[in-house]
């Protein structure tokens, strides 16, 4: 199982370390607790391990219909849009320190996940073809992905916050403000991306 296993945390490693929508919460989060990172991945977990089981017991289609498809990706990219908007307007007081975003990283992390259509896409079609591996393991071998492949996204984010908290005083305040500026865009970009890329399905 071991090489296997590797093959879990180099594939879980490359997605998680990828920038997206759950990275720049994690940035955004991190100005005010090192625990941000656990939390958004607790969150992420919320959505990730049910997802998994469904896909383990054989319904990896249902996430591939193209109307499910459309429906993820136009309510999750709006909800990102208006993340991305809220993380924008309280850029400044957040970076003072005055204001918290209106959400907190354990939420952050469920809707990241939850209305992230590629997240669940990739997991009905990459992430299927991994989990497959594990078919002949049983229950056991199921268990031992999870958790193997949780610690991959914990330990990144867990990484990421704890820097950010423990350095964010040392940047100036319109690094800081410029850094919120583009986790914002990133969200934005990829929620109107979600939308697009949604609605072509019907084209």
Known sequence: MLPILLSVVVISLSGVMMPGPLFAMVVAKSYRSPWAGPQVALGHAVIEVPLILIIFFGFAQFFQNTIVQLVLSV????????????????????VRGDKDLPYNAFVAGIIMSGLNPFFLLWWATIGSLLLARFFSFG??????FIVVHWLCDLAWLAL??????????????????????????????????????GAQLVV
């Open 139 to 144: 229950v056991s071998g199921l268990a031992v």
């Open 160 to 197: 990421v916050s704890v820097v950010i908290y423990k350095t964010h005083t040392f940047w100036s305040r319109r690094f800081q403000e410029g850094l919120f500026i583009a986790c914002s865009l990133l969200l934005a970009g990829f929620g109107v991306w979600f939308i697009v890329s």
């Open 75 to 94: 309510v999750g990219g709006g909800m990102i849009i208006w993340m991305g908007i809220s993380l924008f307007r309280v850029r400044a007081a957040v």
